[in-house]
C-alpha cells in the first residue's frame, strides 16, 4: 500500500496519532475484539465467519468508518462536553473515566505499607488474598468494557480497557513477585514460583503479561500494526490459565464442615469458592463475546427493540454482579487487614 | 454476482443471529436458574453460621467476626473464677458466724460484715460477666485491642455470659442481693438474741441463692446450641 510518506511500506497506513491514556480515536481493527459494529446498520461479519466476503472499494470502506464515527451515542457527545470545574474547563468524561478508573489502585494501596515496611508476615499471609484478588478484579472490569459498548452502543469509556489491563498487570505481577519471595514452598524464588502446578499457572500468567504490558500504548499499536490485536488476544489465555490456577488452588468443591474451600466463617462456602466467583463472573464475559450472540444483539438493536437485550442479558448480568459482590467483599476485608499489617489468615 | 454474494451473507447471518438468540436464551435461563439457586441459598446463612460457630466450639451468641471467638470452656472457667472464691469465702464467713453466734455479738456481726463484702463482690462480679450492652461493647473494644497487638486470646475481662444465662444470671445476682441486705440488717442487731432471730430468714434467703447458683451452672455448663 503507498502513501505520500512511504511510497513502499510493507505495514498499513499508520493510524492517527493518539494522547497517552487512550486513543480518543476509536481505532476497531486494532482491538481483539470489535463491539462497536454492533450498532451498524450493516452486519459485520464475525471473526471466524467463513465466506468471504467481496471486499468494498476503500472509498466504501472510508465512509464507513466515517459513518460509524459519525453515529455517536447521545452519551458520547454529552461525555463529550466541557464543564467549569476551578478555574479551567475539563471534559465530563475525563473526571468519569477518573471515579470509574479508581478502583484498580486500591489492591496495590492496600498492600503498600506491608511493602514499605517489608513486613513478610502480612506479605506472606494475605499477599494473594489482596493482590491476586485484585488482579482477578482488574481483569473482569477490563473484560467488562467491550461487552458494556456492545450493550449500549456508548464508547466514551472505552479507555478504562487500557487501563484496567495495565494495573491488572501491575497487580498480578506483584502477586507473583510477593509469592516468589514469601511462599513457604522449598527451592528458591524459581521453585517457590513454579514448583506447584497452580502457581506455574500464575506463573505463565505473569510471563504472558509482560509483552502486553510492554505493548498497551499507541507507540506500540503503530509499529506492532495489524500483529498488536493478535498478540493482545493472549489476555483470553490469560483468562483460562486463570481458571485452572483456581481450580487447582481451589478444587472444584466448597466447604463443608471444616474442610474444604469457601472458608464457611460466614456460612457462605459456595458464595466464597474463588472458581465458583470467577465462573459465575466470566459466563457473562464469554457470552457477549460470542460471535452469535453480537449478531443477535446487533439485530435486535436494529429493530430497536434495546429492551429485549437488556431483558434477556439481565439473569446473565446478575450472576455477574452476584459473583463480583463476593470477590470485591474478600478485597475489601481482606485488603484491610492488609493495609493495617494484621493479616487474618483463611 | 455481487447481489449473490450479499443474499447469501445475509441469510448465513440471519441463521447465526438465530443461533445467537437460542443460545442467549440458554445461557440467561441457566443463570436465572443459578441466581435464584443463590438467593435461596443466601437465605440459610444464619442458620449455616450458627452451625459454623458452633462447629468451632465458639458461643454464637458471644461470636464476633473476625475477631477470636469465645468458647464454652472460657466461660465457664470465668465463672468459676467468680463463684468458686467467693463460695470458699461464705463457707468461711458462715463457719465464723456460726462458732460466735451464741457467746459473741462483736465477733459475730463482723462474721456477718465480712459475709455481705463477699455478697456484695460477688453481684458485682457477676455483673460485669452479663450480656449488657455496656459490657458487650467494653468485651468487643477488649478483644479488638488484644487482636490488634497479635493476642489470638480473648481477654478475661471480655468473656460475657450468653444472653440465655444472663437471665439466669439476674435471678442469682437478686436472690444474693436480697440475702446481703437481709445479712446487713442482722449485722446492725444490738443482742444475740436479736442476731439470732434473723437465722431462719437468713437461711431461706440462703437456700434461694443456693437454688439459683445451681440453675446458673446448670446454664453454664450446658451444650451449646445454635439458638
Redesign the interface.
Known amino acids: 500500500m503507498a502513501t505520500t510518506r512511504e511510497p513502499y511500506s510493507r505495514y498499513p497506513p499508520a493510524p492517527p496519532a493518539a494522547p497517552y491514556g487512550g486513543p480518543d480515536i476509536y481505532q476497531p481493527d486494532l482491538y481483539p475484539d470489535d463491539a462497536a459494529g454492533t450498532w451498524d446498520e450493516e ?1 459485520q ?2 471473526d471466524d ?1 467463513e ?1 468471504q ?2 471486499q468494498p472499494p476503500r472509498r466504501a470502506a472510508k465512509s464507513r468508518v466515517e459513518e460509524r464515527r459519525a453515529d455517536r451515542s447521545r452519551v458520547d457527545e454529552w461525555m463529550d462536553k466541557d464543564f467549569k470545574f476551578g478555574g479551567s474547563r475539563i471534559k465530563r468524561k475525563a473526571v468519569a473515566l477518573i471515579l470509574l478508573g479508581a478502583p484498580a489502585v486500591v489492591p496495590l494501596f492496600l498492600m503498600a505499607p506491608a511493602f514499605f515496611t517489608t513486613n513478610f508476615n502480612t506479605v506472606s499471609v494475605s499477599v494473594d488474598d489482596t493482590l491476586g484478588t485484585g488482579a482477578e478484579l482488574c481483569l473482569f472490569l477490563c473484560l467488562l468494557v467491550s461487552p458494556m459498548v456492545t450493550l449500549t452502543g456508548q464508547r466514551w469509556f472505552f479507555g478504562l480497557r487500557r487501563w484496567y489491563g495495565i494495573m491488572m498487570a501491575f497487580t498480578a505481577l506483584g502477586d507473583g513477585f510477593a509469592a516468589g519471595f514469601t511462599d513457604t514452598f522449598a527451592n528458591g524464588f524459581f521453585g517457590r514460583l513454579g514448583g506447584h502446578v497452580f502457581e506455574l499457572m500464575g506463573f505463565m500468567m505473569m510471563m504472558l503479561l509482560v509483552p502486553l504490558l510492554i505493548t498497551g500504548n499507541p507507540w506500540a499499536q503503530r509499529k506492532l500494526g495489524r500483529y498488536w490485536k493478535t498478540l493482545h488476544r493472549l489476555i483470553y489465555v490469560i483468562w483460562g490459565l486463570l481458571f485452572f490456577h483456581l481450580i487447582l488452588l481451589e478444587g472444584a468443591g466448597f466447604e463443608r ?2 474442610n474444604g474451600s469457601g472458608f ?5 462456602p ?2 466464597h469458592q474463588r472458581l465458583y466467583q470467577y465462573s ?1 463472573c466470566s ?2 464475559l464469554l ?1 457477549l463475546r ?10 435486535r438493536q436494529s429493530e430497536g427493540r434495546n429492551w429485549l437485550v437488556w431483558v ?5 448480568f ?2 455477574f454482579i ?1 459473583g463480583m459482590i463476593f470477590i470485591v467483599n474478600e478485597e475489601i ?1 481482606k485488603g484491610i487487614d492488609s493495609f ?1 499489617e ?1 493479616p ?1 489468615a483463611e | 454476482m ?1 447481489a449473490m ?1 450479499d443474499e ?3 441469510e ?3 441463521v ?6 437460542f ?3 440458554a ?3 441457566l ?2 436458574i ?2 435464584i439457586a ?1 438467593l435461596i ?2 437465605m ?9 460457630v458452633l ?2 466450639g465458639c458461643e454464637p451468641s458471644l461470636f464476633i ?2 475477631l477470636p471467638c469465645t468458647t464454652q470452656q472460657m466461660v465457664i472457667s470465668q465463672y468459676e473464677g467468680i463463684v468458686n472464691p467467693a463460695i470458699r469465702q461464705l463457707t468461711a464467713d458462715t463457719a465464723a458466724y456460726r462458732a460466735n453466734e451464741g457467746r459473741h455479738l462483736v465477733a459475730a456481726e463482723a462474721a456477718l460484715t465480712a459475709e455481705v463484702a463477699t455478697e456484695q463482690a460477688l453481684d458485682n462480679s457477676l455483673a460485669a460477666m452479663t450480656f449488657t450492652p455496656q459490657n458487650r461493647a467494653r468485651a468487643l473494644a477488649l478483644n479488638t485491642n488484644a ?2 497487638t ?1 493476642n489470638q486470646n480473648v481477654p478475661p475481662a471480655a468473656i460475657t455470659f450468653t444472653p440465655q444465662m444472663t437471665v439466669v444470671a439476674d435471678a442469682l445476682i437478686q436472690a444474693n442481693q436480697a440475702l446481703a441486705n437481709l445479712t446487713a440488717e442482722q449485722a446492725r442487731s444490738s443482742s444475740l438474741t436479736e442476731l439470732r432471730s434473723f437465722n431462719p430468714r437468713a437461711e431461706a434467703a440462703g437456700a434461694a441463692v443456693q437454688t439459683e447458683m445451681k440453675l446458673l451452672h446448670e446454664a453454664v455448663t450446658a451444650p451449646l446450641t445454635a439458638g
Open positions: 452486519e461479519p464475525a465467519y465466506p466476503r467481496p464442615g471444616s464457611a466463617g460466614d456460612g457462605d459456595i458464595f459465575a459466563l457473562f457470552t460470542l460471535p452469535p450472540v453480537k449478531r443477535w444483539i446487533a439485530a434477556t442479558i439481565a439473569p446473565i446478575a450472576l452476584f476485608f493495617r494484621t487474618a | 455481487s454474494y447469501t451473507y445475509a448465513d447471518g440471519d447465526q443471529a438465530r443461533i445467537g438468540g443460545l442467549l436464551m445461557i440467561a435461563i443463570a436465572g443459578l441466581v443463590g441459598y443466601a440459610g446463612t444464619g442458620a449455616r453460621h450458627r452451625a459454623a462447629a468451632g467476626s473476625g487482636s490488634a497479635g
